[in-house]
């Protein structure tokens, strides 16, 4: 690829003495929307607050558009943040809300009512310029703080979790409104979230983060479909993931044959739910619990191998809670873990 837009170089951020983040590395291109997906405490929201110069690295380097901003104060950085709590200025209207950045930066009123007016068109609140903020479903708020952002014509715009306190529709709402908006501003957008739906819906790359540290990088296909470690196959719905050892799956109670011959290289193998075959194979499992899904049923059995979740066709035979069944890890179905 071309000179990264934004890129993070051994980057090192720590709280006192703990390391929260560790020599990360990771860049992204002009115009390209990346979501840094992993679980609470991961690390990915110091990471967008150090990009935002909300926190002072404790080592490495940050560069945007060919500049080091290490060290620049935040509002001399060209990067934008929506926050996961909207953070609206309860007693300004939605106008002045997105106003206040302009005003902040002493824009002249002609092109500070020209921008805010487009902003406000953009999100389509153009018709709820003069109600305040507590007026406003969720979602208009979300709309609200994107379109505070966005005014400010960022180089770069970093969202922390923004649609998590919507509800479902308005969520799947919200990530198409940010997909418009992101194509027809053509702004990087770094998307911060737990989510695998959002980032895998939303994003041309994701970056997977792991106790401060980058798990792996890809396209979402890449990343959905050849998970490269246990901890990312488990993350986006590999949940039957096992570590091999000597060429046998790593069990509860040590040891178990795959039934197949292993790969060598192998590091581990997953399966998700719905690849288990029940009724046969070489394995044997009792049925703990049983859950109607409408179009499945998902199944927890206890095993050998420990927990093993199977979603098969309601259709299909039931299986009583308490039965003995046979199961089937099928090599077909596997998918290869290079890394434990």
Request: aromatic letters at 6%; glycine letters at 10%; hydrophobic letters at 40%.
């Amino acid at each position: 690829m071309s000179d990264p837009f934004l890129e993070l170089d051994a980057l090192t951020l720590t709280y006192g003495d703990t390391i929260a983040v560790e020599a990360l590395d990771f860049h992204m291109a002009a115009g390209e929307l990346v979501a840094l997906l992993g679980p609470s405490g991961c690390g990915k929201t110091t990471t967008m607050r150090a990009i935002a110069g909300l926190m002072r690295p404790a080592a490495g380097h940050i560069r945007l558009d060919g500049r080091d901003i290490t060290r620049v104060a935040p509002n001399r950085r060209g990067v934008g943040l929506v926050f996961q709590s909207y953070a609206l200025f309860p007693h300004l209207s939605v106008y002045e809300n997105v106003a206040f950045g302009l005003r902040i930066a002493r824009i002249r009123a002609e092109e500070l009512e020209r921008r805010t007016h487009a902003a406000l068109g953009a999100v389509g609140l153009t018709d709820f310029a003069g109600r305040a903020p507590a007026e406003l479903s969720g979602g208009q708020q979300q709309r609200v703080a994107l379109a505070r952002s966005i005014v400010m014509e960022p180089k770069l715009l970093l969202l922390d979790e923004p649609l998590s306190n919507l509800d479902a529709r308005l969520r799947l709402e919200m990530r198409t409104e940010l997909a418009r908006l992101q194509r027809e501003f053509g702004i990087a957008m770094l998307y911060v979230t737990h989510d695998q739906a959002e980032a895998l819906a939303l994003a041309d790359r994701i970056i997977v983060m792991n106790d401060g540290k980058v798990e792996q990088v890809g396209t979402p296909e890449d990343i959905y479909d050849r998970p490269t470690s246990v901890f990312v196959a488990d993350f986006v719905g590999f949940e039957n993931t096992f570590r091999v050892e000597r060429g046998a799956l790593s069990g509860a109670n040590g040891p178990v044959d795959a039934g197949f011959a292993v790969t060598e290289g192998a590091r581990g193998l997953a399966w998700r739910p719905q690849d288990v075959t029940l009724g046969q194979g070489p394995h044997r499992g009792r049925i703990e619990g049983a859950s109607y899904l409408g179009q499945s049923v998902e199944y927890l059995m206890s095993s050998p191998l420990g927990p093993i979740k199977a979603e098969r066709p309601a259709h299909e035979k039931r299986h009583a809670t308490g039965t003995e069944v046979t199961f089937d890890l099928p090599q077909a179905r596997a998918v290869e873990l290079a890394r434990g």
